[in-house]
């Protein structure tokens, strides 16, 4: 298996710290808000990094933090009129809504950095005691000239880091991309003890803290966004191998940014979506499964046609599992004939494009289509007249590729006839409005959960396809 290691810039064959398991850390979001699509894409292809190391054989921990004590919550607290904690509970509940419907796996440990904080503190302390910070009336900071290695994630070097810096002048560094470990307390805003006075840690630490806390010292893996790459993982190295002595994550992965319509995504441009906004268009299912076509690593342009595009492809394969289970519930033959032995050997081949695919640095988009090559397979080679055995080897097949890319071919229709039958009442008040928006809407959503709407002589009439 290769894996491209953001630390060396090439793909590497992956061997874990430990034989036979693997030890993940994801840097999951500031909870303030409904996650957005950006914040979605880490959440679903590390997922399906995970669930590939899991189908493989390995034993993984899998470890995603929330940072639920930030200046973005304090802000939003304040324009609520509540506490930091209630703001970063009650988006702690809509991220695990949004992630749950994404089809994302739950982690192995969700650490809140507020509940960290006293290893925080100790970790500064190890940094004081051994040179690598220093502290200025209650600010402590790291001191990145002390560290040799500082840089080599991003690969930039101290020197033009130091000259180009466009950080805030702070008279109380000793060098201006020093960064801060623990801030003092100010008025009206959440702290702690510690022995440079009350207050706060900084943002990087956390992660730091909390991959040594539930991975050890050294972990396989290391996820997150690109924008991530640099200050974040950068001082997160610096801090973690300054206070531990080993190197702190073998490989990075960093996954690509996001356009919307070709353009950057921003909340300047008005081009900013939730998850939750885009799931009034479109089901959760989809946006994972578009998150899929492209490789982990590209960027990917989102627009209404793309997920059109991915709906109707998820559609596909969907409907082939439904073909596959009413052909083994209806077929009457038992065993395996003797032209379905060949056919049952072709299976393999899909397998092992698959893995092939997803051994190449975790590329999806060419797994996606080796699992649509076995549905062209299983919609030509099953049929009424096939064996029970040789269906369920196709349908088992299919269904443990589909379950490695997230994909559920197991989940029955959740929409019942009496609210089918409301939303064709619905929809024809809104043809007799003449308002066909609104009646095109709820036959092309009742068409993506599988029901397709006949008009006959006799009325509008409904069947599941």
Same mark, same amino acid.
């Given at each position: 298996?290769?894996?491209?290691?953001?630390?060396?810039?090439?793909?590497?064959?992956?061997?874990?710290?430990?034989?036979?398991?693997?030890?993940?850390?994801?840097? +999951?979001?500031?909870?303030?808000?409904?996650?957005?699509?950006?914040?979605?894409?880490?959440?679903?292809?590390?997922?399906?990094?995970?669930?590939?190391?899991?189908?493989?054989?390995?034993?993984?921990?899998?470890?995603?933090?929330?940072?639920?004590?930030?200046?973005?919550?304090?802000?939003?607290?304040?324009?609520?009129?509540?506490? !930091?904690?209630?703001?970063?509970?009650?988006?702690?509940?809509?991220?695990?809504?949004?992630?749950?419907?994404?089809?994302?796996?739950?982690?192995?440990?969700?650490?809140?950095?507020?509940?960290?904080?006293?290893?925080?503190?100790?970790?500064?302390?190890?940094?004081?005691?051994?040179?690598?910070?220093?502290?200025?009336?209650?600010?402590?900071?790291?001191?990145?000239?002390?560290?040799?290695?500082? +840089?080599?994630?991003?690969?930039?070097?101290?020197?033009?880091?130091?000259?180009?810096?466009?950080?805030?002048? &702070?008279?109380?560094?000793?060098? @201006?991309? &020093?960064?801060?470990?623990?801030?003092?307390?100010?008025?009206?805003?959440?702290?702690?003890?510690? @022995?440079?006075?009350?207050?706060?840690?900084?943002?990087?630490?956390?992660?730091?803290?909390?991959?040594?806390?539930?991975?050890?010292?050294?972990?396989?893996?290391?996820?997150?966004?690109?924008?991530?790459?640099?200050?974040?993982?950068?001082?997160?190295?610096?801090?973690?191998?300054?206070?531990?002595?080993?190197?702190?994550?073998?490989?990075?992965?960093?996954?690509?940014?996001?356009?919307?319509?070709?353009?950057?995504?921003?909340?300047?441009?008005?081009?900013?979506?939730?998850?939750?906004?885009?799931?009034?268009?479109?089901?959760?299912?989809?946006?994972?499964?578009?998150?899929?076509?492209?490789?982990?690593?590209?960027?990917?342009?989102?627009?209404?046609?793309?997920?059109?595009?991915?709906?109707?492809?998820?559609?596909?394969?969907?409907?082939?599992?439904?073909?596959?289970?009413?052909?083994?519930?209806?077929?009457?033959?038992?065993?395996?004939?003797?032209?379905?032995?060949?056919?049952?050997?072709?299976?393999?081949?899909?397998?092992?494009?698959?893995?092939?695919?997803?051994?190449?640095?975790?590329?999806?988009?060419?797994?996606?289509?080796?699992?649509?090559?076995?549905?062209?397979?299983?919609?030509?080679?099953?049929?009424? !007249?096939?064996?029970?055995?040789?269906?369920?080897?196709?349908?088992?097949?299919?269904?443990?590729?589909?379950?490695?890319?997230?994909?559920?071919?197991?989940?029955?229709?959740?929409?019942?006839?009496?609210?089918?039958?409301?939303?064709?009442?619905?929809?024809?008040?809104?043809?007799?409005?003449? &308002?066909?928006?609104?009646?095109?809407?709820?036959?092309?959503?009742?068409?993506?959960?599988?029901?397709?709407?006949?008009?006959?002589?006799?009325?509008?009439?409904?069947?599941?396809?």
């Amino acid at each position: 298996m290769k894996l491209y290691n953001t630390l060396t810039r090439k793909k590497e064959t992956f061997v874990p710290v430990e034989p036979g398991k693997v030890k993940m850390y994801v840097c +999951g979001p500031t909870v303030y808000n409904h996650i957005h699509i950006g914040n979605a894409r880490p959440f679903i292809v590390f997922d399906v990094v995970r669930r590939y190391f899991e189908y493989k054989g390995f034993d993984v921990t899998y470890v995603q933090n929330y940072t639920d004590v930030d200046d973005k919550i304090i802000n939003k607290a304040k324009e609520e009129g509540v506490t !930091s904690e209630a703001i970063a509970e009650k988006y702690i509940q809509e991220v695990e809504q949004d992630a749950k419907g994404l089809g994302i796996h739950k982690a192995t440990h969700t650490p809140k950095a507020t509940e960290e904080v006293p290893h925080m503190v100790d970790m500064i302390q190890i940094l004081l005691d051994k040179k690598f910070a220093y502290e200025v009336d209650g600010t402590v900071f790291f001191a990145t000239r002390n560290f040799k290695d500082y +840089g080599k994630l991003s690969k930039k070097n101290p020197d033009d880091l130091e000259a180009g810096s466009r950080v805030a002048v &702070d008279e109380a560094k000793i060098n @201006p991309m &020093d960064f801060v470990l623990w801030k003092p307390k100010k008025e009206g805003e959440p702290s702690w003890p510690s @022995p440079w006075g009350d207050g706060r840690p900084g943002w990087h630490l956390e992660c730091s803290v909390m991959a040594k806390r539930y991975l050890g010292d050294t972990i396989d893996i290391h996820c997150g966004g690109t924008d991530l790459i640099f200050p974040h993982h950068e001082n997160e190295i610096a801090q973690s191998e300054a206070a531990n002595g080993k190197p702190f994550a073998k490989y990075w992965l960093h996954n690509g940014f996001i356009n919307v319509d070709n353009k950057k995504m921003s909340k300047s441009l008005g081009n900013f979506f939730t998850v939750r906004e885009i799931t009034e268009e479109f089901p959760y299912e989809v946006i994972r499964f578009f998150m899929l076509s492209a490789h982990y690593r590209s960027p990917i342009n989102f627009s209404r046609d793309l997920m059109e595009a991915a709906a109707n492809s998820l559609q596909r394969i969907q409907t082939g599992a439904k073909n596959l289970v009413y052909l083994y519930e209806h077929c009457e033959l038992e065993n395996v004939t003797e032209e379905e032995k060949a056919d049952i050997q072709l299976l393999e081949s899909f397998k092992d494009k698959f893995e092939k695919a997803m051994d190449d640095d975790f590329n999806t988009a060419d797994a996606v289509s080796a699992i649509f090559e076995l549905i062209r397979f299983a919609n030509t080679q099953a049929t009424i !007249s096939s064996s029970k055995t040789f269906i369920q080897k196709v349908l088992d097949a299919l269904r443990a590729l589909c379950d490695v890319i997230g994909i559920d071919l197991d989940t029955e229709d959740d929409i019942l006839d009496a609210d089918i039958e409301a939303l064709i009442q619905k929809r024809q008040e809104a043809r007799k409005n003449k &308002d066909f928006t609104l009646s095109d809407k709820i036959r092309d959503d009742l068409m993506k959960k599988g029901i397709l709407l006949e008009d006959t002589r006799e009325g509008v009439k409904f069947r599941r396809v």
